[in-house]
């Protein structure tokens, strides 16, 4: 696993190929098995292929054009039901002061990394984008106002391979036993 924690990338420019299938339920299985608070798995995903959809999504995510050129958009949703019971009149978004908010999110953002992983593994490029406003995204698929939209992930067959970014060493980002 160490092979793809190195290589992975954020990729911004993708080829026109398809994501197949089998490489979908691939990514799709590999956030299923993340782990969460409780075993909640509060994460949803909405599969976007169709490229009008994906150009409407790139606009709403203040307007990048490269994300449409990506084949497939998997749009990761935190699921508020796990952690909010009473639904009723909740409203998720930038502001919300709820605690269990930051329990789905967080569970939600490691089912991310899965599938950025499995991409990597599978030699697929990706891209997690959180530019954007929870209303500009949330009309576009449908996701009602008691769900958190964490991410968009582009997903496709690489047409670039950026070098790699620099990283802190572990002495500047490791403590001991106390701060």
């Not at 749009?75 to 930051?102: C, I, M, N, Q, Y």
């Not at 950025?116 to 954007?132: R, Y």
Request: charged share 30%.
């Amino acid at each position: 696993m160490i092979r793809e924690i190195q290589n992975r990338r954020s990729i911004r420019r993708y080829k026109d190929t398809p994501v197949t299938d089998a490489e979908l339920f691939d990514l799709l299985e590999a956030a299923r098995l993340a782990p969460s608070a409780g075993n909640t798995q509060p994460w949803q995903f909405v599969v976007v292929r169709d490229a009008e959809r994906r150009r409407r999504l790139a606009e709403a995510a203040h307007n990048q054009p490269w994300m449409a050129e990506a084949p497939l958009f998997l749009v990761a949703v935190a699921d508020s039901t796990p952690r909010f019971p009473d639904r009723e009149g909740l409203r998720l978004d930038e502001g919300s002061a709820e605690a269990g908010l930051k329990m789905i999110v967080r569970d939600t953002a490691i089912a991310i990394e899965h599938i950025l992983l499995e991409a990597e593994h599978l030699g697929l490029g990706s891209c997690w984008i959180a530019w954007f406003v929870q209303d500009d995204i949330r009309p576009i698929l449908g996701i009602p106002e008691d769900q958190y939209v964490v991410g968009i992930l582009t997903i496709g067959h690489k047409a670039e391979e950026p070098p790699a970014r620099p990283r802190k060493p572990l002495d500047a980002i490791v403590h001991y036993e106390t701060w």
